[in-house]
């Protein structure tokens, strides 16, 4: 079946400082999706990619899909004490709506 | 969006057990799912909610263990049945909007935190 893969699993930050969280999925998929979860809170959807090689900015949070539609990357630049959480990609397959997410990069951040 | 509501919140379960998770929707949805998420880890998919008929589960789970309930289109529930410590878990309910089907997003509830002892 389909494995979705995420590293790093902590990513421990300086305020201020920049990082990159990856994503690789074992099949091609639909599209990209990333979650934000807070502690002790839900995941909350933050976007979604659609098209090979997208790339979409929201302020200081950069998401790109791969060429292949396999892969993903989210990088904050500058981060900041709310950017606290972890972050799950997911995608569907080809043909397929039901997710299969990552395992999460959970980011503490330095003040 | 969807406003989802789960009850209960939290609950701590004697072994052996059964506890039933309701989830209700603001509006009409096109698909809700039940996920697991253990201590620590992912978000693991438990299976799809169809309304007025047995759900679809995944590898791993089965209907003895994890009855669903979907009798409308805003409304399921989840038993987790005959617990044990292993079953400690957050629960998630999780809606596809009608307009979202073609993309799959997933709005989720706040999630139900069940401890058993």
Redesign the interface.
């Known amino acids: 079946?389909q494995q979705v893969m995420q590293i790093p699993q902590y990513q421990h930050v300086q305020e201020g400082e920049d990082f990159t969280t990856y994503c690789n999925s074992s099949t091609t998929l639909?599209?990209i999706?990333w979650?934000k979860q807070r502690p002790g809170?839900?995941?909350?959807?933050l976007i979604?990619l659609?098209k090979s090689g997208e790339v979409k900015k929201q302020k200081r949070l950069t998401f790109q899909f791969g060429e292949a539609k396999k892969n993903s990357s989210l990088h904050i630049t500058a981060t900041q004490t709310t950017d606290v959480g972890t972050y799950?990609c997911?995608g569907?397959p080809a043909n397929d709506?039901?997710?299969?997410?990552?395992?999460?990069t959970t980011v503490t951040v330095r003040a | 969006s969807a406003v989802i509501s789960q009850k209960p919140s939290r609950d701590i379960c004697q072994r052996g057990t059964s506890l039933t998770i309701q989830c209700q929707v603001d509006s009409q949805v096109t698909m809700m799912f039940w996920y697991r998420q253990q201590p620590g880890q992912s978000l693991t998919l438990i299976a799809t909610a169809n309304q007025g008929s047995e759900a679809t589960y995944e590898s791993g789970f089965v209907i003895d263990k994890f009855p669903i309930s979907r009798p409308n289109l805003t409304f399921s529930t989840l038993t987790v049945s005959n617990m044990s410590p292993e079953d400690s878990s957050i629960y998630l309910c999780s809606v596809l909007e009608p307009g979202q089907i073609n993309t799959g997003e997933l709005f989720f509830g706040e999630g139900s935190r069940l401890t058993v002892l």
């Open positions: 079946g639909s599209n999706q979650y809170g839900h995941p909350v959807f979604q659609v799950f997911a569907p709506y039901k997710l299969s997410f990552g395992a999460g």
